[in-house]
Nanobody, 125 residues
């Protein structure tokens, strides 16, 4: 499966952006979808993940209450709605997918076999 992330850009602190991750090659409904991010000079970190049917989600503590992950399987697309953005949210955001990851491993990068190319999000203060 190929993943294409889009929707990044420049936002002011307190603003919003919505990222999209379009899957092609195989139906995304078979995959857990996730978002990770990597800030300059830092390790890539987990942001959020969503179950196959969208019935279960998980968030990093740093984004809980501000970001919302969702998916539309009919469109093979997952989304990350980001609100109340902060300068520390500045990073390259990557979407990822896995057919085999179990719930307890959603935050582990190594559990995901498929990755998008990343989209830059910059938040100015």
């Amino acid at each position: 499966v190929q993943l294409q992330a889009s929707g990044g850009g420049l936002a002011q602190a307190g603003g919003s952006l919505r990222l999209s991750c379009a899957a092609s090659g195989r139906t995304s409904s078979r995959f857990v979808m996730a978002w990770f991010r990597q800030a300059p000079g830092k390790e890539r970190e987990f942001v959020s993940a969503i179950a196959l049917n969208g019935g279960s989600t998980s968030y990093a503590d740093s984004v809980k209450g501000r970001f919302t992950i969702s998916r539309v399987n009919a469109k093979n697309t997952a989304y990350l709605q980001m609100s109340s953005l902060r300068p520390e949210d500045t990073a390259v955001y990557y979407c990822a997918a896995s057919e085999t990851v179990i719930r307890s491993s959603w935050e582990s990068q190594t559990a995901y076999a498929y990755w998008g190319q990343g989209t830059q999000v910059t938040v100015s203060s």
